[in-house]
Nanobody, 124 residues
């Protein structure tokens, strides 16, 4: 059974930092892309960042470019999201996602696997 377990969420003040982690298990994830989405209260699920298997390609939503960094450790089947200079508008539930196709993660369609989500709250 595939599981994606997120951790690292919490409450932080504006300008602060958090590092999210997502550990995948239950099957081989060779060549799978990994990414992050978020859903703010009353809003739709939104793409945040994606990284391909080798780490050679990383894409970000415009709203987080320059502040967030995605990375991965394939030996641990884990993807990370380093979030710096956090703003109140970053408040959301953050979801990890894994898919065989990077394009699916960018578009948010037909995602193979989802995590359960972790809450990030940025106070003003």
């Amino acid at each position: 059974q595939v599981q994606l377990v997120e951790s690292g969420g919490g409450l932080v003040q504006t300008g602060g930092s958090l590092r999210l982690s997502c550990a995948a298990s239950g099957r081989p994830f060779t060549h799978y892309a990994m990414g992050w989405f978020r859903q703010a209260p009353g809003k739709e699920l939104a793409f945040v960042a994606v990284i391909n298997w080798s780490g050679s390609r990383k894409d970000y939503a415009d709203s987080v470019k320059g502040r967030f960094t995605i990375s991965r450790d394939n030996a641990k089947n884990t993807v990370y999201l380093q979030m710096n200079n956090l703003k109140p508008e970053d408040t959301a539930v953050y979801y990890c996602a894994v898919d065989a196709l990077l394009g699916d993660l960018v578009t948010g369609s037909r995602i193979d696997y989802w995590g359960q989500g972790t809450q990030v709250t940025v106070s003003s």
